[in-house]
């Protein structure tokens, strides 16, 4: 649970007590009791940034420290693997709503659209993906000679 949650218990019990104060209290008390319930909940909004503050100073620090620049996305097989599974269900109920909205017109769209998704985080993860295959050179120099 984070330090802000939107059920959090203790916030909830305050607003309570708020409420049976301003119905015990009457109407005349209502602009204190809305103004210090609105303090609590400041507090507890700073107390949330600075831990999230902190932590993220002391990432960057540690990243620092190792000499490191951030970490790359890393590129697993299950992600690919993952990704295209999703990309495929997913197709399905698009390839539906494109053909029987718009034939095949919003058939090709549809199809046009996993396509460029798949091509954006397959260039994502190799940006050398599409740049075709460079000949290594030969360390005799020329193919040609002998």
Do not use: C
Not at 46 to 67: H, N
Request: aromatic content about 6%; overall charge neutral; hydrophobic content about 40%.
């Amino acid at each position: 649970m984070t330090g802000m949650d939107a059920r959090d218990p203790e916030l909830k019990k305050e607003l309570n007590a708020t409420l049976q104060a301003r119905r015990e209290l009457g109407e005349e008390y209502e602009s204190a009791l809305v103004d210090s319930f609105l303090e609590k909940v400041d507090q507890r909004i700073d107390g949330a940034v600075d831990r999230r503050l902190r932590r993220q100073l002391a990432e960057q620090q540690m990243v620092s420290a190792r000499g490191a620049r951030s970490p790359k996305p890393t590129d697993s097989f299950g992600e690919r693997f993952g990704f295209a599974i999703v990309s495929l269900v997913l197709a399905i109920p698009l390839s539906a709503i494109g053909g029987a909205l718009a034939n095949l017109p919003g058939l090709l769209v549809a199809w046009v659209g996993i396509v460029g998704v798949n091509a954006f985080q397959a260039l994502r993860v190799n940006p050398d993906l599409f740049r075709g295959r460079r000949a290594k050179p030969s360390p005799h120099g020329s193919d040609w000679e002998n």
